[in-house]
Every structure is written in structure tokens, then in C-alpha cells.
């Protein structure tokens, strides 16, 4: 089995990944993409524990699905970032999802037990309310609106890592902002 180098491209890393969960290659993937993995999920998050668990879900998800990664363009590694920053923005949703479900059963129980929950925190409620509704937009919209404003990626890069066209992925931008604002109101700019 070939052995990966420092000189091999992202690409080629998850190629050899894909082929055998090469080590080197593995490790290769880390190094270049665990921070930029982990800066994903945080910001999605908004909470360092949690964050490390969606970041240690994203890496298994890639050693486990690098044979689902196709160059789309002539850019390898730019499709490569665009689908790990896909693969991790789904971790992190994925996660969040777990910790919202596991949250409203401690207030189930709490509220049985007459209990505070103390989250009395100043604009705590404003940003349930957007996560609510973040939550509540198809995936076909939450998706690539967090790969834009969370990873940062342009239009082109969404589309490569979700298999679709550059206007698509604009469109499906927009659309999911029309309706996170719908939701929300007109307070959201």
C-alpha cells in the first residue's frame, strides 16, 4: 500500500483514505483539517465540549465515508474542504439535535419536580428562538446556510459538496434566509 507524504494534496489523502484507512493519510487529514473541523462545530455550537464531540464525530465520518468524496471541479482540494466543512456542519447539527432533545428532558423533569431550570441568561431566550427556527428550516436550507455564514464557504464551494450548481446553491442560501426571517420576524437583518 502506498504510503502518504507531506507533499500529497487533500484529495489524495482521502483517495488513499478511502482505499484502506491508510494511517499516514489519516493523519495527514487531521493535521490539515482538525482546526478548521473543530472552528465548524464551535461555531455551530457554541460550546467547546460540545464542539470536540461533533469534531471527533466529523473524523470518524470521514474515515468511514472517504470513498463518497468526488472532486468536482478542477480545484481537488478546494472540493475536499467544501466536503469536510459539508460532513462537519452536519456533525454538528447532528449533535445539536442530541443536546437539544437531552435539554428538554432535564426541564421536563425539572418542571415535575418543580424545579428551576436557571436560565434566566439576558438574551438567552432571543437565541433559542433563532435556533428554533434554524432548527426548523429542511435541511435543504439549513444546510447550505450554515456551510456559507458558519464555514464560510462561497456559493461555488456549496455546490461542489453538495452536488448541485453554483446558482442552485445561491438560491438555496437565499431561500433559507427568507425563511429564517419569516420566522423570526423582521428583526433579522
Request: hydrophobic fraction near 40%; glycine fraction near 6%; include cysteine.
Amino acid at each position: 500500500m502506498p504510503t502518504a507524504t507531506s507533499v500529497d494534496s487533500l484529495a489524495a489523502s482521502l483517495r488513499r483514505l478511502a482505499e484502506g484507512r491508510d494511517p499516514e493519510a489519516w493523519s495527514a487529514v487531521v493535521a490539515r483539517q482538525g482546526d478548521a473541523i473543530h472552528g465548524v462545530c464551535r461555531r455551530i455550537l457554541r460550546n467547546g465540549a460540545l464542539a470536540d464531540d461533533a469534531a471527533q464525530e466529523t473524523l470518524l465520518a470521514l474515515r468511514d465515508y472517504a470513498r463518497h468524496f468526488k472532486p468536482r471541479s478542477d480545484d481537488a482540494d478546494g472540493d475536499a474542504r467544501a466536503w469536510i466543512a459539508r460532513v462537519a456542519v452536519t456533525a454538528a447539527l447532528k449533535v445539536r439535535r442530541g443536546e437539544m432533545r437531552r435539554q428538554a428532558r432535564e426541564r421536563a423533569a425539572a418542571r415535575e419536580h418543580a424545579m428551576s431550570d436557571g436560565s434566566d441568561i439576558p438574551g438567552s431566550e432571543r437565541m433559542d428562538e433563532v435556533l428554533a427556527a434554524l432548527d426548523s428550516l429542511p435541511d435543504r436550507h439549513r444546510v447550505p446556510l450554515l456551510l456559507h455564514f458558519v464555514a464560510g464557504l462561497d456559493h461555488e464551494r456549496i455546490a461542489a459538496s453538495l452536488g448541485t450548481t453554483g446558482g442552485n446553491a445561491r438560491v438555496r442560501v437565499h431561500r433559507a434566509l427568507t425563511e429564517l426571517r419569516s420566522k423570526l420576524g423582521a428583526s433579522v437583518s
